[in-house]
């Protein structure tokens, strides 16, 4: 068994007006400001070793060092692209790669420091100012701690929501825009309102149809008797 419990359906469960049918993660509105993959990798063509993904460039040393580990520990449990130009990677490896297992929040990363022997060059702070430099740092994961690949984007966003520095978030910033919201697809609903279904067709899926076939689909419908009340 799945051991998934879903509350009581009720008419506010298809309601992306109400906190009970929006999806939690676009407050039902079905895109959110988020890191763009077309911004975010402006060049497909060219390797994530060659610079493929645009918002890793001058990155503070610590951010640095935290993408470095992050695609390591990908490249060491999924085969080494990083000389692969990013368009040809296979795209199931190119979804995980910058989009993350379905379960990223349990990659969530955490504020903490560097272990105090971890010294940084003099010279690996040229261009950050003093405020980047007393900033609270991310927290390089563990990688044999780490069960679920959070993705590119979503690393990213811990990166921007944790970051002090306001050079670094300023330049993060280039790379967000307005998204369609991944986890309902646009819908604007939540999971268990997506997973009921009629005539094989869920409710967002039946607001999306054109007139003629919402004519079409109800006068079509029908429903054993059992079920009619």
């Known amino acids: 068994k799945c051991k998934i419990n879903y509350a009581e359906l009720e008419p506010r469960t298809f309601s ?10 676009c407050q039902g509105m079905g895109e959110l400001e988020a890191f763009d993959y077309d911004l975010v990798v402006p060049n497909p063509e ?10 890793f460039k001058n990155a503070s040393p610590t951010s640095t060092k935290l993408y470095k580990s992050v695609l390591d520990t ?8 990083s ?27 955490s504020i903490g420091e560097f272990d105090e022997d971890d010294d940084l060059d003099a010279d690996d702070n040229a261009g ?53 919201c991944r986890s309902c697809g646009g819908s604007r609903l939540r999971c268990e309102a997506r997973s009921v279904t009629v005539a094989k067709h869920r409710i967002h899926e039946v607001c999306a149809m054109t007139a003629e076939k919402s004519l079409e ?7 054993p008797d059992e079920l009619r009340q």
């Open 16 to 25: 992306f007006n109400s906190p009970y049918g929006a999806c939690p993660d």
């Open 46 to 55: 060219i390797s994530v070793a060659k610079g493929g993904i645009a918002a």
């Open 74 to 81: 990908f490249w060491k449990q999924h085969g080494d692209f």
């Open 83 to 109: 000389k692969t130009p990013i368009a040809e990677i296979d795209e199931p490896i190119r979804e995980l790669l910058f989009f993350g297992e379905k379960a990223h929040d349990a990659y969530a990363l």
């Open 128 to 180: 950050h100012d003093a405020e980047e430099e007393n900033a609270s740092k991310p927290q390089i994961p563990n990688p044999e701690s780490q069960n679920v690949f959070p993705g590119i984007l979503k690393l990213l966003e811990d990166v921007y929501q944790s970051s002090k520095g306001k050079k670094e978030r300023e330049f993060l910033q280039q790379f967000r825009g307005i998204v369609t």
């Open 217 to 223: 689909f109800f006068n079509t419908l029908e429903f």
